[in-house]
């Protein structure tokens, strides 16, 4: 599926509209996807790694960095 407009358009409206960076705008998402399956029960057998994978992120230490950004706490404090 294709919206026709350019990505840097895209880019452009999120920086000026939402006063942020598209990698931020996406990892916004990311994180809350992160948030929800860090705090459920079904998926405590699963390792912050393979959340950080499951969620988007190439690595854990772009995972850990982008979550400590957007909540003030690593993804294992959180789960505690």
Known sequence: MSCDIPPHHISNCINIQLDKSF????NEYRIEAAKVKLKDARCSNLTIEA???DCGFGTTKSFNTA???HTSVTPSKYRK
């Open 23 to 26: 990698p931020d705008f996406i």
């Open 51 to 53: 959340i950080a994978t």
């Open 67 to 69: 979550f400590k950004k």
